[in-house]
């Protein structure tokens, strides 16, 4: 079975960075758009950012804007997200997520596959 497989999460102090990491598992599989989500204990799922995989356009929350980076390496299939002056409130497990249509699609059910999430806890 064809599914995104993330890495990179991990615990680090207020203003600290990571970069999360997702490649296809398995075969390559047919997609437009790349994107990762969000979800904190107690809260639902969120958008944090995207990516059309054929031009490179990106797409953020207003929350991460200016710290957080969406990029892909084509010749991987991996798809990344830097993270930059963490906060608290970035606390989360992050989800990669693909999708098979040209918007840049902010809905989480508008994703066809979902990887297994890594945690990532930013202490304060």
């Known amino acids: 079975q064809v599914q995104p497989v993330e890495s990179g999460g991990g615990a680090v102090q207020t203003g600290g960075s990571l970069r999360l990491s997702c490649a296809a598992s398995?075969?390559?599989?047919?997609?437009?758009?790349m994107g990762w989500f969000r979800q904190a204990p107690g809260k639902e799922r969120e958008f944090v950012a995207a990516i059309r995989w054929s031009t490179g356009v990106t797409n953020y929350a207003d929350s991460v804007k200016g710290r957080f980076t969406i990029s892909r390496d084509n010749a991987k299939n991996t798809m990344y997200l830097q993270m930059n002056s963490l906060k608290p409130e970035d606390t989360a497990v992050y989800y990669c997520a693909a999708r098979q249509g040209f918007r840049i699609a902010i809905r989480g059910n508008e994703y066809d596959y979902w990887g297994q999430g890594t945690q990532v806890t930013v202490s304060s």
């Open positions: 398995g075969r390559t599989f047919s997609y437009d758009v």
